[in-house]
């Protein structure tokens, strides 16, 4: 019988037996002590390919330590080879570890760019990626190296770990990507359904071809867009401050319209009526892969309501202490003669920022969907003649027009200010979530593959990148595409 | 001979095989009583014989044995998935299909063989004489006529789980009792059936068979305490072929080439040439305003039983979606027959609205209808209450399979059948039950959505249901199912085996021998002829790749290298899927493999989620105890389940080998030390094969 069972463990359908090896499984990394500030922080990895891990990071070419046997080393990005710490490392071959995988341990410096610093590095190593909760567990636990009275334990740490998921995920639903996010998966749930209608009943029942040139389209969008998302530098909220930036400028100009939409949430209230923000808002922001502290402020007026007035002095402070301020004004402001807007300009300057120094500003010029486009230009060919000036972006934070210059602006002010190439560190749940969503871009890229070729394997693409996008947004079972199918379909064979 | 009507059989079934199940009919006691003689009933039996237990299968009217109560087809797609599993575990429905088969076709033919459905329309009377051949020479199978009145029961053994015990089956009208300690209930829709046409309603479950199985219902519901729910389903009037204008229909012919189902027919019996075709046309909106006049006259229409989604009736389709054409195939029901069948035309108004409804259609303006079409509501026994291996939790030694089980369709039913037979004739047997994965095919599938999740309509096979679907393709049932089929289930003849083993070394040489052929792109240019490979692609590239190429057939490559390869020609299609398919199922090995680790995983049946010293929320433990899924991956296919809830149930898991539950139910019930007669039942076939050869 021996052919058959080479023919059969080629062929993947020796389904019946267990697959012993453990090379087929992926490698799996997480901070494994607590999360938030800690003197040492610990980063675990599983899997076949930990060694390359080890021997990449910690610089190891040659001999791999002794098993189990701390040994200090010099950390490095696995392709920038910038240092991203010292720590110790700690090699554990399986079977004799945690989950019976052969096993590498970090021990490193607790901040939270240093821990984000290792985790991106892991996560940009071909064949790794960030542990789901509970996985380091299961293996242990599959390999027999649990103790059952052990998984009790750890059931609750996990617990704690999906509660504290489960939280930011609620916060992160009440936000513009949360929301962002569940509508992609909304829309590929919807594609592959008809796409599993076409494959389903479309022989006997009236299921047009216009179903899949729909999809097409949709999957094509849909791929951009997730592409344009991951390669956006902007990558939300971090945990940690840094830059501080400040948006000031006076009432009711846009300047908490312009925070929303840096921190990609609706954290300050927006509203048409003068003095609506009275109190600092801060939000720590992830902009460019730097740490940035923004601080929205009230608007700078004089005013006889007293707790108006002490907001306004707090922005002042605030603007005095501030790394970068953002002065904010509104189109509306503008002088009827546009060669008057320099001698404008600096005068507000003045008012907002009274021991002003260039490199500390950059001018925001707000509703740019309320100017006639010929005075844009009118406005930046003046403004060229008078180079005392700050650089000014025309944006609107209504239709977002201009936001794009803008952000590559603030990106390169911020990046001079900062000039600290560690600091580059999203946050842990954004590691993860960029793994799933790079997944599932590559997914998508099956569909087209074979989409006139074989539709089965087309539709497998679909699948797999709902599953990717499932991973952040919640899982889509079977049933639920069926019932997108019989809810636009009349499936009568 | 009291306890049942005798069987009466045709003259040409007078073998000695009648003789032998003459004789085993006088016997009182069985390993195995199967009741009813559906799809489900007849595979149930066949498998349950196959492994070796002494069979009963009691039915009530031998004639309707193997009826197609519906649609004169069989497979489609997803179905025919099943219907090539069936076969590859040497059930009786593909070769009864290549038999009786009018008029083949592989739907889904230009999307991807992982979704190809091998279709047949079939010729009733053929199809229903082929089973009863089929069964009524089956070594060790007996096959009577009567009805089933009630369910022998007594203490539970207190060493296995379950509160009930079967031991036999008493005969209705003072028949008798026969002794079993596995007993298949395959009743379909007669479980307090009731058939619905316009205002009137009578009880049964089909039309033209009396009413059965009150007593049945009672002891399922009453003494044994089973959660029932209600379905409803329905089929169309058969109208008179010669009162139909086919010059208003859309013509379909059948494939030039017919592929039969079975995995051991190299042809149909029906010739090309002789095949039928089918027609299709289109509802109009006359068809709708009838629809709507009629529903005051329609109970069937006003339950609120649920109906399923898919293949609904014309009034519901008319109602979901209103002002739109909706097809109406026109199958033919035989070789000879002069009957045609509306496939999605399914009704239950009063038989003179449904004559107007169809004279709506233009191409049957004329029709006259033979039978009316009718709607039938049944019992169905919740499946959440099985086992994976389709026995009830809480009656040993009781197998329910098929409609009873919600599901609908012939090739679900058999499905379901062939399982619960192979695992009653193991238990008979003193073997511990087996169940099949959802990660090695359709029936597995199947089975782990009826008992892990329930239904809340009539269940149906779609391949969008299997997560592996580009592993569990219909060409490869064979490789999946066969060998286990032999090696470890004992329902596999040794000559199929030894076929699927020639199949199976075939292949594996040929991909050996495409792989052993390394040539540049320039070299397979030059050999080929132009293909678009990519220039720039400098290493080396196998034959094995070069298969994956779109315009590249084996047939090709032999031409090229007739040496290496023109041995395997007869496997051309099948080596061309696995060459396209096996990257993709190599991608996905990661996930069946934590698949199957999961469903090896058992949850002890008895547990008490209310109080299990764990912290579990109440909506999980709510959720727990109302699906008390066997196995931790069911656990985890449940909605409303967490990662963290998983974690603390690993606590609880028996770890056992991969073919899962049963080791549960093993392990409270201690392993048996009489192994594997089923293997000697197989010597014995192979015994006999020789004989044949020689």
Not at chain 1, 314 to 338: H, N, S, W, Y
Not at chain 2, 385 to 399: E, H, S, T, Y
Not at chain 2, 408 to 416: L, M
Request: charged residues 25%; aromatic residues 6%; neutral net charge.
């Amino acid at each position: 019988m021996f052919f058959v069972t080479g023919w059969r463990s080629a062929l993947l359908i020796n389904v019946t037996r267990l697959c012993k090896s453990a090379s087929s499984e992926d490698t799996i990394f997480a901070l494994s002590s607590g999360q938030g500030r800690c003197g040492v922080a610990v980063v675990r990895v599983s899997g076949p390919a930990s060694v390359d891990a080890l021997r990449s990071m910690a610089g190891l070419t040659r001999r791999l330590p002794a098993p189990r046997t701390a040994l200090l080393r010099r950390l490095l990005h696995p392709h920038s080879k910038e240092l991203l710490d010292r720590g110790l490392v700690l090699w554990f071959p399986g079977p004799h570890s945690f989950t019976g995988e052969d096993s590498v341990e970090f021990h490193i410096h607790g901040g939270p760019a240093v821990i984000n610093g290792i985790l991106q590095a892991l996560g940009s190593l071909p064949r790794l990626r960030p542990a789901e909760a509970g996985e380091f567990t299961r293996r242990a636990f599959h390999a027999g190296k649990l103790d059952l009275t052990e998984v009790e334990g750890m059931g609750d740490l996990i617990h704690a770990e999906t509660e504290a998921q489960r939280r930011q995920a609620l916060r992160q639903m009440a936000g513009d990507l949360g929301q962002l996010y569940n509508d992609w998966s909304l829309q590929l749930k919807q594609s592959l359904a008809h796409v599993e209608a076409f494959i389903d009943f479309s022989e006997g029942d009236l299921i047009e071809d216009g179903v899949l040139y729909e999809v097409d389209v949709a999957v094509s969008q849909l791929r951009v867009e997730v592409e344009k998302h991951l390669s956006d530098e902007r990558k939300g909220e971090r945990l940690r401050s840094g830059v501080q930036v400040v948006i000031a400028g006076s009432t009711n100009v846009g300047k908490s319209s312009l925070f929303n939409i840096l921190c990609q949430r609706p954290a300050a209230i927006v509203s048409p009526v003068a003095g609506t923000t009275r109190d600092v808002v801060e939000t720590p922001l992830d902009i460019g892969g730097f740490p940035v502290l923004l601080s929205d402020t009230a608007g700078l007026r004089d005013t006889c309501d007293c707790v108006e007035r002490e907001g306004v002095h707090r922005a002042r402070q605030t603007v005095e202490q501030a790394d970068l301020t953002l002065v904010v004004i509104d189109t509306a402001q503008l002088p009827q003669d546009l060669l008057m807007v320099p001698g404008l300009l600096s005068r507000y300057l003045k008012m907002v920022l009274p021991n002003r120094k260039d490199e500390q500003c950059l001018l925001v010029l707000n509703k740019r969907d309320l100017l006639p486009k010929s005075h844009i230009a009118v406005i930046q060919r003046v403004l060229q003649q008078n180079p005392g000036l700050p650089p000014l972006s025309i944006l609107s934070c209504h239709n977002k027009e201009g936001l794009e210059d803008f952000l590559t602006l603030l990106q390169d002010r911020i990046k001079t200010l900062c000039g600290d190439p560690l600091a580059s560190s999203p946050s842990l749940t954004q590691t993860r979530h960029r793994t799933h969503l790079q997944k599932c871009v590559d997914a998508l890229a099956q569909y087209y593959q074979y989409r006139d070729t074989d539709l089965a394997l087309a539709a497998e693409g679909l699948r797999s990148g709902l599953t990717s996008l499932g991973r952040i947004t919640g899982k889509v079972g079977a049933e639920e595409i069926l019932d997108v199918i019989f809810r636009d379909f009349c499936i009568g064979k | 001979m009291s306890l049942a009507r005798r069987l009466l059989v045709r003259q040409h079934f007078l073998s000695d095989c009648f003789v032998r199940a003459a004789s085993n009919a006088a016997r009182l006691k069985y390993d195995v009583v199967v009741v009813g003689g559906g799809h489900a009933g007849t595979e149930a039996a066949a498998a349950a014989a196959r492994t070796g237990a002494e069979t009963l299968l009691i039915t009530q009217k031998i004639q309707t044995i193997g009826a197609l109560s519906c649609n004169p087809s069989l497979g489609g797609v997803g179905k025919g998935q099943l219907v090539r599993e069936v076969d590859a575990l040497d059930g009786l429905m593909g070769r009864a299909g290549d038999r009786a088969g009018i008029h083949f076709s592989i739907l889904n033919r230009s999307k991807g063989p992982a979704v190809w459905g091998p279709r047949a329309q079939i010729d009733r009377g053929c199809y229903r004489e082929f089973i009863q051949s089929e069964l009524l020479n089956m070594p060790r199978l007996t096959v009577i006529e009567g009805s089933v009145e009630d369910l022998l029961l007594s203490a539970a053994d207190p060493e296995q789980p379950g509160k009930h015990k079967v031991t036999g089956v008493r005969m209705a009208n003072g028949g008798g009792e026969i002794l079993s300690g596995s007993i298949i209930l395959t009743t379909g829709t007669f479980l307090s059936g009731s058939l619905f046409m316009g205002q009137t309603t009578s009880p049964g479950g089909r039309m033209g068979d009396p009413p059965s199985c009150a007593g049945l219902s009672h002891c399922l519901r009453e003494v044994l305490g089973l959660k029932v729910g209600r379905l409803r389903t329905g089929t169309p009037p058969r109208l008179v072929k010669d009162t139909v204008d086919f010059s208003l229909t859309e013509l379909h012919l059948p494939d030039s080439k017919p592929v039969p189902f079975s995995f051991v027919n190299k042809h149909t019996q029906c010739k090309p040439e002789e095949q039928l075709p089918c027609h299709l046309t289109y509802t109009t909106p006359g068809v709708d305003k009838v629809v709507r006049e009629s529903l005051n006259v329609n109970s069937h229409i006003h339950q609120d039983t649920r109906g399923p989604r898919y293949c609904p009736s014309i009034e519901s389709r008319v109602l979901r979606f209103p002002g739109r054409q909706h097809q109406v195939w026109l199958e033919p029901e035989g070789l000879t027959s002069d009957l045609v069948y509306p496939q999605g035309l399914s009704m239950t108004m009063p038989p003179e609205l449904q004559l107007r409804l169809l004279r709506e259609i233009p191409a049957l303006r004329r029709v006259e209808i033979r039978m009316a079409g009718y709607g039938v509501q049944y019992d169905f026994v919740c499946p959440t209450q099985l086992f994976p291996w389709l026995q009830m939790k809480n009656v040993q030694g009781l197998f329910l399979a098929g409609q009873i089980n919600g599901t609908t369709g012939y090739e679900e039913a058999a499905a379901q059948g062939l399982w619960a037979g192979v695992n009653a004739g193991r238990i008979a047997l003193s073997l511990p039950p087996m169940s099949l994965s959802r990660t090695e095919s359709y029936i597995g599938v199947l089975i782990d959505d009826l008992v892990g999740r329930g239904v809340t309509e009539p269940y149906r096979m779609f391949t969008s249901r299997a997560e592996f679907r580009t592993a569990l393709r219909p060409d490869n049932a064979d490789l999946r199912l066969t060998p286990r089929g032999f090696e470890e289930v004992g329902c596999v003849s040794w000559q199929r085996y030894q076929e699927a083993v020639r199949v199976s070394r075939g292949l594996g040489e040929a991909l050996s021998a495409l792989q052993s052929i390394t040539l540049s792109s320039f070299q397979w240019r030059e050999k080929l002829g132009h293909f678009s490979i990519s220039e720039t692609k400098s290493t080396l590239i196998s034959g094995k790749e070069v298969l994956q190429y779109k315009d590249v057939s084996f047939d090709l490559l032999a031409s090229a290298f007739p040496d290496i390869l023109s041995p395997y020609l007869e496997f051309s299609e099948r080596l061309k899927i696995e060459a396209v398919y096996q990257p993709h199922c190599e991608k996905q090995r990661q996930e069946m493999e934590r698949m199957r680790k999961e469903e090896s995983l058992a949850l002890p049946q008895d547990i008490d989620y209310f109080s299990l010293p764990v912290s579990l929320s109440d909506e999980v433990r709510e959720i727990l105890d109302r699906a008390r899924p066997s196995t931790l991956g069911a656990a985890t296919r449940l909605p409303g389940i967490t990662p963290a809830a998983i974690i603390h149930l690993l606590r609880f898991v028996t770890k056992v080998g991969v073919t899962t539950g049963e080791a549960a139910y093993m392990q409270v019930r201690g392993p048996k030390p009489d192994c594997w007669r089923g293997a000697s039942v197989h010597e014995r076939d192979r015994e006999k094969a020789t004989v044949v050869q020689s």
